[in-house]
Each structure stands twice: as C-alpha cells, then as structure tokens.
C-alpha cells in the first residue's frame, strides 16, 4: 500500500510590524530578519496576509512562491502578495531589503484613478531585475522608508508620508518594467473593467464559478466581460476563474491534510468526483497524485 505524502507545514503569518508606532509599514534586511527569528522559522512555508517586497544587494537566492521557484541576484525585486505561499532560502549566502505593508495601507487617501496605488501594486510582476542606476535609487528609497519609521512624529502624519513613499517606490517599479517592456512592444494600462472582474474573482471564486454571475454583478454582457478579459489577460474569463480556483486547490492539497473531497468543498464544489474532473482538465493530473508529486519537491 502506497504511503500517504505528509502535507508541507505552512505558517499562517499576520503583520506584527516591529515599530515603536505599530505603523502599517515595515522595512528591514534579511541580516535583520535571521537575528530576530530562528532558522526553523525561515525554513518554513509562509502565507501572509500582507505585502512582501524583497531587494536583494548582494549575492543570489532562490525564493519558493506558490509551486514555483525564483532564481533571484544581486538587483532583483521579488513582490509576494497577500495569501500567496512563500519560502525563503536561507541556504544561499545573500542580503536585501525586506518591505512589509498591509493592503489598508494603500487606500487611506487614495482617490480612484487609472494609477490608483492598489492597481499600481496589483499590476506589477512578480520579478524585476533592476540594472545599476534603477538598483541604487530603490535602495536609497528604502534606507529613506526605514529611517522615517522611527520619526517621531504622530502616527498619523507618519503615516501619510510612508504611503506617500511607498506610492513614489511602486510607481519607479512600473518605470523600470515599461522601460523593459519596450523593445517588444510596450504595454497597454489595464482596463478599469478587467481591474474590477479580477477584484470579484479574488473575493468571490469559491462561490461564484460561472461568467454570467461576474457579467450580473459588473451589470455587463458576458461578450464584454469575455473581450476585456482576453485584451488584459489574454485567457478568457472561464479560463481566468478556473486558474484561480485551482491554484488555491493547489495550495490546499500541499499545505494542509484536508481530503480531496474537503478541498474540494472549500472551493465550491459539492461533490468530490467533480472536483476531480475539474482538478484533471485544470492540471492534467489528479489533485491526490499532484500532491503526492508536490510533497516531494517542496521538501527537497
């Protein structure tokens, strides 16, 4: 009888900013981080429920977010967003700069816009390498971010300011991405439509699984939705769904030991068998045999 693959523990991490203000916005360096927690803990899967930025100035890593692996070097700007799996190497001999924020911190002021700050967040990639010019000026704006934190001045105000900061640091990574989108083509902002269906599929997708009830909710035709989905995204919006169901069935059957049917059941499907259906055509695989194999990489 074949043995059953263990789930990969992961940790649930809240923001507990250490700052004499409690403010919504951390910074320090990964030398930081290994003195204040244990090498067990970095070795840890992790799902926040904050943003995650990491520079790193000097050497290389390779970070482990949601089944797949970054190879990151001295320049690159690994952005981890709220709920996704992270780990650390803690192997690899390199330093960085490590921003936390919460997602509250992003709207406090902000008017809507087509570069509102969340948009601005949500649109970057999950990897940037950065050259020399554009490396310097993001670590000086993070030296700045961290010194400001220890002002003393009403949180408040303090606040203000580190948002208005984080705002100017987002904005100069789009920069760099457009600069480096250029020679192919250049890209085009996304649509306030597909920002809003996107929005809805992230906080109703283990309820909603049909287009028509997105189309409903957004008062707009399925044709509408279907083309704006495929200019911004290149998928339809079945497709779009269906990805973000499945990576979260993914991240259910390595980090828990739910059933296949449990799962199944967080996210929406009340029998198993059409989970396993879906789960197949979504991933070529069935989700027992998928983690089965993915135990196997994630503990390597």
């Known amino acids: 009888m074949r043995k059953q693959a263990k789930a990969v523990q992961i940790e649930r991490v ?26 067990a803990h970095l070795r840890r899967h992790h799902r926040y429920d904050f943003h995650m930025f990491v520079c790193v100035s000097r050497g290389s890593c390779r970070a ?22 992270h780990r650390f190497d803690i192997e690899s001999r390199w ?21 509102s700050a969340v948009d601005l967040v949500e ?36 606040q203000r300011l580190l948002q208005s900061e984080l705002v100017a640091l987002v904005t100069r990574l789009h920069v760099v991405h457009q600069g ?32 028509s009830r997105y189309a409903q909710a957004m008062a707009c035709s399925e044709r509408t939705l279907s083309r704006a989905c ?14 973000r169901i499945a990576l979260e069935a993914k991240r259910l059957l390595v980090h828990t030991e739910l059933p296949v049917a449990a799962v199944g059941a967080r996210v929406g499907f009340d029998q198993a068998t059409n989970f396993v259906k879906f789960f197949r055509g979504a991933e070529g695989c069935t989700p027992g045999e998928f983690r089965r194999r993915q135990a196997g990489v994630l503990q390597d």
């Open 14 to 39: 809240g923001y507990r900013p250490n700052t004499r203000q409690a403010l919504d916005l951390e910074v320090f360096t990964m030398s930081d981080l290994r003195q204040r927690v244990s090498a």
């Open 64 to 85: 482990i977010v949601d089944f797949g692996q970054i190879e990151c070097r001295t320049g690159s700007v690994l952005m981890v967003r709220p709920a996704q799996v």
């Open 123 to 158: 649109a970057l990639p999950a990897h940037l390498a950065l050259q020399r010019q554009a490396r310097r000026c993001v670590g000086e704006a993070l030296a700045r971010m961290q010194a400001d934190c220890r002002l003393d001045a009403e949180r408040p105000l303090l």
């Open 95 to 115: 330093d960085g700069w490590i921003l936390l924020f919460r997602p509250e911190l992003l709207q406090v002021g902000q008017e809507d816009g087509a570069h």
């Open 180 to 211: 480096q989108q250029r020679p192919a083509g250049g890209s085009q902002p996304v649509p306030e439509r597909f920002r809003r269906f996107r929005r809805l599929v992230e906080t109703h997708f283990q309820e909603w699984h049909h287009v």
């Open 230 to 243: 495929g200019d911004a995204a290149g998928v339809a919006p079945k497709a779009f769904i269906a990805l």
